[in-house]
Each structure stands twice: as structure tokens, then as C-alpha cells.
């Protein structure tokens, strides 16, 4: 691959325009200029020349130096001046009055209902200044108002101008009973249906409708039409995913995935969730943060064939071959006239109504298809890892340990002097992952958070918020990997030197508490057929004991090589029907929070393993599964109050200690492995 450094200015269009021609690329300028467009809107690649494949597989040094050059150079060109919050608003409200619309939603979601949305999709963004995870904003003629859950609750008010929207909390205060109270009753209050699922769509318009209120479907999106200077939608190369990292061929998951629809009598499948469709055709792209996937939708027919919806500009030359005849790439303009192919004939379609957005069921139904509400059909297989995944795991997590562990020991050297900030840890152990081999990026956003940052659950360090490490104090660190083999999630807190006297005892019996937990669920056996659910009060029980608790899930399921929090599996409060099964990989995150002070997280992933009837286990009636951790990083055990464990308890952490130093010294130098040994001594 070239570099991704170049030399030199851009030479011009007629220059480029020679290079592409003596390389034979077929490509114009203009059409390089519109391809880095969506480059350009893409999260910037830890190989900053991965884009050019898309120009062509084998380039001479003197055209990829050039298209660098070019794309340096559109990089930097200034954007278009974005309007005040109020000029924004007042644009949408005079959209939706030539809609004829009195009111209309704008989700944080985008069309495939993920974690992470490209810049093309950020409207809520866009209008309101709002850049959390989760929110909706409203409006109407003389109203406005922004909901968000209550990890937001500071963020927002910091972000969003209040003399324009009024705060309102996302769960507590529902949409509907808003737009009831702000419009009259012959309201026509609008959505895009390509934003939102079929069920919410079926749970808002009858809600509506008792108070006189028309939900309207937009065949636009009113904010795009004000949003000058919105970016397109992302290109990045779509390449194979190696079968010795998946696994299992493409067309041996189509072929298992449509004998099950054929069994059912259903005709095909409509997959929306990228993650879903990157795992069943053993592909990947770049075009969000943090997972490693292609935008796209498909539909898997029961002849196993499957008609792939994504802009063919982002195929590598390989990626071709590696599709094969039985997979059809096309155009995202040919979904909905596919939808109503697959509809012919009353056939029965399947579609998932939790992620499937409002407009597909909609083009479906009215093609005459007999709509099957039930599961994303590649989730469940998803989840359970095939052994060349585990152990792509397993060997991720080994070099990422030994990554962490070099950061540890630069941490324990540096931390107590007091001149760290969030940033600067973040950014170092950065650095030190990215010297790891197959690194690919980071899994999520790193939380680091210092003192009381580190009771805000999801925290994301900015350059406002950024905190110096107090010595004495607590630090709370949640970040992860995504490797070519493997997906890494990991949370240590810290102690930033010695803890503070006054505080010590409370933070040791705290920490021991959550630790408590975090083993107890990491040696439970349970039976098949046990639900996340069913154990999650493992994990709490030694934090009830004292009165406390958390309010996150204990557990999520992780992708390999794909998103870090995956389903269907978790482990939470929350009532769930899946059964955990061998090969799941799921996280073990019990925490502690103490609003305005600190806060306290453990987390290894761990997968399902099944027991053997044998040993204590010999008179076992039921198959039985357990846990086995695949993180394998140091707990600080300066935190630990011994007094608080079992002897069961001390002789798992001695025995994960051990496994963890067996296994991570080969990866260290001398220096960082007597650090490491030290680290992980008896208790």
C-alpha cells in the first residue's frame, strides 16, 4: 500500500487527469473529487492511504503522492458558515409551514438504527448543537424542546441554547404527551420514516390520534432541505474478512441462514443492521467510528442468494471476487423497487420491527407482502463465536493486555506526581496500542474519568472538560480495541499514588464490593437455558448488602471484529428471553458511582464455556455452562480490601493474577515484566 504521507502541493486537475490516465484507472478527476467527498465524511482511517485502493489496487508513487495531495488540499478547504441555533430553527419551522406540517421529530438515529450515525445522518447535531449518543428533538411553530436520557443532563444544558429549547428527560417524559400539549387537535405533526422503527411508528400514531393529532410520513427529511453544507455519505473500502479470522465462509452462513427461512415458508429476509450484514457475507468497512462496517442494507433470499444496497465506489478490487456470483451489489436508489419484488405474490417477508425502519415495512405491505415480525436472523449466530473467532479473541486479548500493561507501568510511574490529564492518558495509551499488531482502531470513545468524571457513567473527555489526576485519588479508565481478529473491552480503576487517608476506607470497601460481584458472576455455572437476566443480580448482590447499586446493565454482548456492544444477548434488570449459549462473548461490568466524587467500574469480557459432567461436577443432572474471562489485565490491587473477600474469593483473584502474568510476559521486556510481577503478586 503507498504511503500515506505525500510530498508537494497538488500539481492541478490536468496533472491528475495524465496520472490516471498512464495508471490506467478509468477515473476522472471529477469523479476522484466526488469520491474524496465521501471520503472526506468518513472517520479518518488508522491507515491513512487505506482510500486510495478505491482509485485503483496498484498505484505509481507519483498518482498516490498527487491524490494525497488532492485530498490534503479539499480537507482544508473552509466550510460553509453554519447558521446561529435560532436561524436554524427558524429555517425548519419554515419548511415544515410549506410542508404543511404543524410540528415534526428529529431522532439522533440514522436509517439502520445504530450506535454510531456519519456526519451525513447527525441532524439532531446539526439543529440543536447536541452531540450525545441518545435524544429527539421537537418542534413546532412556537415551541421546541430537546429530550435526553439522564447521562446528558449536564451536557445538554451546556450545549443546547435554553432561551430556545426547553430540557426534557428522554424516559421520564414521553413524546407524546409533548406534542399533545403543543399542538391543537387537527395537528398534522410530521417524521421521517426512514428514521424510525415500525414500532415506534405503531406506538406514536394511536397516541396521538385520541388527541385529534395526524402523524404525517415526509418524503424528505425537512432538515436536510435547510442543511446547507451537509456532507454525503461516507466511502471507505469495503474489504473481505479473512475466513481464518471468521471462521465459516459467506456462503456457508447464506446457505444455513436460508434453509431456516425455507423451513419457515419465508421468502426472504430484509437485513438493516450493517454489523449483521458485514458478519454474514465476511466483509468490512470503515465508514463509522469505532466498527468496522460497510453502511448498506441487503435482502437474503431462501435460495441463499443475497442482493447487497451500497454505493459500489467502496468495493476493493477483491472484494468482488470475494462476494461471488450468488451475492448481487446494487445501488441503494434499487431497495425499494427490490422490496416490491420480493413482495410479488403475497410472499412472506421477514423483518425485524425493533431495527427496521417505518418506510421499509410500509413499501412492503403496500407491494402486498405478508410482513414476519421476528429477530434479525443473523443476530443469534452472530453472537456464538466459531472456534477460529474465539480464538481470534483470545490472541487479541493477549496483545492488548500486554498493551495496557505497558501503559499500567507508565501510569504508576507517572500518575503520582499530579501532572496527568485525562487527554494525556488517553492519548498515551493510544500510543502504546497502536505499536500492537492487526490494530485497528479504538472499539469506542475512551472513558477517562478523573475524581468526579468518573461517576458520569458514559463520559467523554473534551479539551473543556479535561481533569488533571488528583494523587490520592480514584481513576476510572473504559477503553477497547478492535483488532483484525478480535474486538477488546476493558475497565480498571485506578489509584492516582496513595489513596487519601480520609477517603481510603471507603473507596477499598467500595471497590472490594463491585469486585465481589464481578467474581461472583465470573464463577457462575448455570444451566442451559439461563437468561442474562437470570444472573445479573450475581453481580449486585455484594453492593445490596450495603444499600448501594448501579444503574447500568452488568452486561453486553461483543462482536468480533465488529461492534463492541452487540445482542441479543446481555446481561441486565431488564427482562430478556435469550438463552446464554457456548461461544458467547459478553462483558462483566459491575460498578459503583458516587455522584461528584468518583466512580468505580471492573470489566473483563468473558465467553461462555460448556462444563464437563466431571470432578465436582460428576453427579451434574443438567448441562451446565460457565464463564472464562478473555481480558487479562492487572486489577489494582492497592484498591483491594482484602478483609472483605472469601478465601474462594482471594484465591481467584491469586489464580487470575497468575494467568495473567503466565500469559502476558513473553509480549513484555524485562523492566515491564518484573513491573507485571509485582503487579500481580499474591494478596
Known amino acids: 500500500m503507498p504511503s500515506a504521507n505525500h510530498s508537494g502541493a497538488y500539481r492541478g486537475d490536468d496533472a491528475l487527469a495524465t496520472l490516471l490516465t498512464e495508471a490506467g484507472t478509468g477515473r476522472t478527476p471529477a469523479e476522484v473529487r466526488a469520491l474524496l467527498a465521501g471520503v472526506l465524511a468518513a472517520p479518518e482511517a488508522?491507515?491513512?492511504?487505506?482510500?486510495?485502493?478505491?482509485?485503483?489496487?496498484?498505484?505509481?508513487?507519483?498518482?498516490?503522492?498527487?491524490?494525497?495531495?488532492?485530498?490534503?488540499?479539499?480537507?482544508?478547504?473552509p466550510q460553509p458558515a453554519r447558521p446561529g441555533p435560532a436561524e436554524r430553527l427558524a429555517a425548519l419551522r419554515a419548511a415544515l409551514k410549506r410542508r404543511d406540517l404543524d410540528g415534526?421529530?428529529?431522532?439522533?438515529?440514522?436509517?439502520?438504527?445504530?450506535?454510531?450515525?456519519?456526519?451525513?445522518?447527525?441532524?439532531?447535531?446539526?439543529?440543536?448543537?447536541?452531540?450525545?449518543?441518545?435524544g429527539n428533538m421537537l418542534v413546532t411553530a412556537d415551541r421546541a424542546a430537546i429530550f435526553v436520557d439522564g447521562r446528558y443532563t449536564l451536557q445538554v444544558r451546556a450545549e443546547v441554547p435554553a432561551d430556545l429549547y426547553e430540557y426534557r428527560h428522554l424516559v421520564e417524559d414521553p413524546l407524546t404527551d409533548w406534542i399533545v400539549a403543543a399542538l391543537p387537535q387537527g395537528g398534522r405533526f410530521g417524521f421521517d420514516p426512514w428514521l424510525h422503527t415500525i414500532g415506534w411508528v405503531e406506538k406514536t400514531r394511536p397516541a396521538l390520534e385520541r388527541a385529534g393529532i395526524l402523524l404525517v410520513p415526509c418524503e424528505d427529511n425537512p432538515v436536510d432541505s435547510v442543511w446547507?453544507?451537509?456532507?454525503?455519505?461516507?466511502?471507505?473500502?469495503?474489504?473481505?474478512?479473512?475466513?481464518?479470522?471468521?471462521?465459516?465462509?459467506?456462503?456457508?452462513?447464506?446457505?444455513?441462514?436460508?434453509?431456516?427461512?425455507?423451513?419457515?415458508?419465508?421468502?426472504?429476509?430484509?437485513?438493516?443492521?450493517?454489523?449483521?450484514?458485514?458478519?454474514?457475507?465476511n466483509i468490512r468497512g470503515a465508514d463509522v467510528p469505532c466498527t468496522p462496517l460497510p453502511l448498506s442494507f441487503a435482502i437474503l433470499s431462501a435460495d441463499a442468494s443475497v442482493d447487497l444496497f451500497l454505493d459500489g465506489r467502496k468495493l476493493a478490487p477483491q472484494t468482488h471476487a470475494h462476494l461471488g456470483n450468488r451475492v448481487r451489489v446494487r445501488p441503494v436508489e434499487e431497495f425499494g423497487p427490490a422490496l416490491d419484488a420480493v413482495a410479488r405474490g403475497s410472499a412472506r417477508v421477514l423483518a425485524d420491527p425493533s431495527c427496521t425502519s417505518a418506510w421499509i415495512v410500509d413499501r412492503l405491505q403496500l407491494a402486498g407482502a405478508r410482513v414476519e415480525r421476528d429477530g434479525d436472523p443473523c443476530a443469534l449466530p452472530k453472537a456464538c463465536k466459531t472456534e477460529a473467532e474465539l480464538a481470534g479473541a483470545r490472541a487479541a486479548h493477549i496483545r492488548d493486555g500486554a498493551a495496557i500493561v505497558r501503559f499500567l507501568r507508565w501510569f504508576s510511574e507517572e500518575a503520582p506526581k499530579g501532572g496527568l490529564t485525562e487527554l494525556a492518558v488517553v492519548e498515551r495509551l493510544l500510543a502504546f496500542r497502536r505499536e500492537n499488531e492487526r490494530f485497528c482502531g479504538v472499539s469506542f470513545d475512551t472513558i477517562a474519568g478523573a475524581g468526579p468524571n468518573g461517576a458520569i457513567v458514559h463520559y467523554r473527555v473534551t479539551h473543556d472538560t479535561d481533569r488533571r489526576l488528583e494523587p490520592g485519588s480514584l481513576f476510572l479508565l473504559d477503553s477497547g480495541a478492535q483488532y483484525l481478529d478480535g474486538t477488546t473491552d476493558v475497565t480498571r480503576t485506578?489509584?492516582?499514588?496513595?489513596?487519601?487517608?480520609?477517603?481510603?476506607?471507603?473507596?477499598?470497601?467500595?471497590?472490594?464490593?463491585?469486585?465481589?460481584?464481578?467474581?461472583?458472576?465470573?464463577?457462575?455455572?448455570?444451566?442451559?437455558?439461563?437468561?442474562?437476566?437470570?444472573?445479573?443480580?450475581?453481580?449486585?448482590?455484594?453492593?445490596?448488602?450495603?444499600g448501594l447499586d448501579y444503574d447500568h446493565g452488568t452486561g453486553h454482548g461483543v462482536g468480533s471484529f465488529l461492534s463492541v456492544h452487540e445482542g441479543p444477548q446481555r446481561i441486565s434488570k431488564i427482562g430478556n428471553s435469550v438463552a446464554l449459549q457456548p461461544g458467547m462473548i459478553l462483558s462483566n461490568e459491575p460498578g459503583y458511582y458516587k455522584t461528584g466524587a468518583y466512580g468505580i467500574r471492573i470489566e473483563n469480557l468473558i465467553v461462555v464455556e460448556p462444563l464437563e459432567a466431571d470432578g465436582e461436577l460428576a453427579g451434574a443432572e443438567r448441562p451446565m455452562l460457565a464463564f472464562r474471562p478473555l481480558t487479562l489485565v492487572p486489577i489494582d490491587r492497592k484498591v483491594i480490601e482484602p478483609a472483605l473477600l472469601s478465601g474462594a474469593e482471594i484465591a481467584w483473584v491469586d489464580a487470575y493474577h497468575a494467568r495473567v502474568c503466565e500469559s502476558l510476559s513473553p509480549l513484555l521486556d524485562g523492566e515491564t515484566r518484573r513491573w507485571l510481577e509485582e503487579a500481580t503478586a499474591p494478596l
Do not use: C, N
Open 46 to 77: 488508522e491507515d491513512a492511504a487505506a482510500w486510495l485502493v478505491l482509485v485503483g489496487e496498484t498505484l505509481p508513487a507519483a498518482l498516490a503522492d498527487q491524490l494525497q495531495a488532492l485530498k490534503a488540499l479539499l480537507a482544508a478547504e
Open 494 to 546: 485506578l489509584a492516582v499514588g496513595d489513596l487519601a487517608p480520609e477517603t481510603a476506607a471507603e473507596m477499598r470497601d467500595r471497590f472490594t464490593r463491585v469486585l465481589k460481584g464481578h467474581i461472583a458472576l465470573s464463577t457462575a455455572r448455570f444451566p442451559r437455558g439461563t437468561t442474562g437476566s437470570q444472573i445479573d443480580a450475581l453481580a449486585r448482590l455484594p453492593l445490596w448488602q450495603a
Open 228 to 281: 446547507q453544507g451537509q456532507p454525503p455519505s461516507p466511502l471507505t473500502p469495503v474489504v473481505p474478512q479473512d475466513e481464518a479470522f471468521s471462521g465459516e465462509s459467506s456462503a456457508d452462513k447464506r446457505g444455513r441462514l436460508a434453509e431456516e427461512l425455507g423451513r419457515k415458508g419465508i421468502a426472504a429476509a430484509v437485513l438493516t443492521q450493517p454489523d449483521s450484514i458485514a458478519w454474514l457475507l
Open 104 to 134: 415534526f421529530v428529529v431522532p439522533r438515529g440514522d436509517e439502520h438504527q445504530g450506535e454510531y450515525v456519519p456526519p451525513r445522518a447527525q441532524r439532531l447535531a446539526w439543529m440543536t448543537g447536541f452531540t450525545g449518543s441518545a
